[in-house]
């Protein structure tokens, strides 16, 4: 039986700086690192009070320096969960300033009465805020 999510793992160009958004934007915590013996890869762990899974940063030396394009196979977008639209309406003021580009707060076209939240890290890798609706 599967419990939860452990972690997710993400591809970035640039670990360091992808670490230090998520920290500082997102308020995530450094709470590990790996570097390959043969240099070939690092990763940054990270952990949010809010969440049970963990998050991993990676970047790998040889890496595509590309931003990232959901429209090829694999990951779409990562969205998170918060407590409700008032909480979505924080967010979007400490995203504004911080300076990230987001959409307004929307429907949620996947859960009637539900709200999103939508912008991209430094990588271009789409995020939710996703608020369900109220019970």
């Not at 997102?26 to 013996?37: C, I, Q, T, Y």
């Not at 998050?55 to 959901?70: I, K, N, V």
């Not at 003021?93 to 307004?104: G, I, K, N, W």
Request: charged content about 25%; glycine content about 8%; cysteine-free.
């Amino acid at each position: 039986m599967i419990r939860g999510i452990h972690h997710l793992g993400l591809t970035v160009r640039d670990v360091d700086a992808s670490a230090a958004w998520y920290e500082e934007v997102l308020g995530f915590r450094r709470v590990g690192e790996f570097k390959a013996p043969d240099g070939e890869r690092r990763k940054v762990f990270l952990r949010h009070d809010g969440l049970r899974a963990r998050l991993g940063l990676t970047q790998h030396r040889h890496g595509s320096q590309d931003a990232f394009d959901e429209t090829r196979a694999g990951l779409d977008h990562l969205a998170f969960t918060v407590a409700d639209h008032e909480e979505l309406d924080t967010w979007a003021a400490r995203l504004a300033d911080a300076a990230v580009v987001h959409s307004p707060i929307t429907a949620a076209n996947s859960v009637p009465g539900a709200a999103v939240l939508v912008f991209r890290d430094p990588d271009n890798i789409q995020l939710e805020l996703f608020a369900e609706p109220p019970s």
